[in-house]
């Protein structure tokens, strides 16, 4: 696991929604909040190259479900709205462009 790519990925879901790290990090609950740290879990997990247990942890310790809940709702969020899908597009070509994960689809 390389926390390096992972903090950039954090950072980078931090600056598109406008939500602190270490709010992302803590356990916070609050809409904005959480959208933001599960769409972080979706763009580290879609990219195939970190588990869910290593997102978990570098999440603030959270568990392999509450990562792959994370997962699901952001999947089916981007179906239903264009501004999130937007949103989620643009972190994963973010990601692409950095080359900081090699196997973004």
Known sequence: MDLKDMDYVIELASDAFQVPVDDIMSRKRSA????????????????QKYTLLEIGVVLGGRTPATVSHGFQTVAKKVKDSYKLKRVVDDLLEHIHEAEVIVNVP
Request: with cysteine; net charge neutral.
């Open 32 to 47: 904005d909040v959480a959208l933001c740290r599960q769409t972080a879990m979706y763009a580290l997990y879609i990219t």
